[in-house]
């Protein structure tokens, strides 16, 4: 709905229905008018809202000029979502280094996930990578040689990560392993199962580890 539909300020108005800006009312207490921000305002100069700024992310002229906090969290919001859209523009050229497939090409939603490695930049489909990591080693390998070491560079990784985006830095691969393990933090360790189990991972463990009453034991 039109924001100058929702006016909450008292407006006069002059025989031919032009409207007079309302006194006393800072410019910073003016909404901004919906109709600018989508591109095209009908009461032009004579509407009773701000008409924004424009925002070269979204395109729309949405940005308060009297409100800066309101510019910066919406800026930073746009910028982090276009961030997103070129990643994952990006994303949909990378093949899987053993199937050579383009990841995000896969028949079914479930296998169009990248496999992250945490110590090597080889790109995988979570299938592959798996199906690699669950094998049963050659006869006289360790399995950490063998199993947990990259198909390609041999570097061993102890996890993986799966992801529905490549990295293109350093950074942005961190921000992913980052945010992969504060979503595990937040479920319950299976093996530890409240104290009636034992985990295989020890303190190693990604998963919330807490006794039935709630206690923590470990967190990391």
């Known amino acids: 709905m039109p924001a100058w539909n929702l006016e909450s300020v008292q407006h006069d108005f002059l025989e031919d229905g032009e409207v007079i800006q309302p006194r006393n009312v800072k410019p910073a207490d003016r909404s901004i008018c919906s109709f600018a921000a989508a591109g095209s ?9 701000i008409h924004g700024d424009l925002c070269a992310y979204c395109g729309k002229h949405c940005l308060h000029p009297f409100r800066p906090d309101e510019r910066d969290e919406h800026l930073k919001a746009c910028e982090k979502k276009q961030k997103n859209l070129d990643l994952l523009k990006y994303s949909q050229e990378i093949e899987c280094s053993v199937c050579l497939d383009r990841v995000l090409s896969k028949p079914t939603v479930a296998e169009r996930k990248f496999g992250l490695l945490s ?17 049963s080693p050659t006869s006289g390998m360790d399995v950490n040689s063998s ?18 985006i490549w990295y293109s830095s350093k950074e942005e691969k961190q921000e992913i392993v980052d945010t992969y393990k504060e979503k595990l933090r937040s479920i319950d360790c299976k093996h ?18 807490k006794f039935l009453l709630g206690l923590f034991i470990g967190m990391l």
Do not use: M, Q
């Not at 110590?119 to 094998?135: A, G, Q, T």
């Open 119 to 135: 110590e090597c930049d080889h790109p995988f489909c979570i299938s592959c990578i798996r199906n690699w990591r669950s094998s």
């Open 147 to 164: 199993l947990r070491a990259c198909p390609i560079c041999r570097k061993l990784s102890y996890f993986v990560i799966p992801s529905v």
């Open 192 to 209: 530890f199962d409240f104290g009636n189990g034992n985990c295989p991972f020890g303190t190693s463990c990604f998963y919330k580890v």
């Open 41 to 49: 305002c009908p009461r032009g100069d004579k509407c009773p809202h």
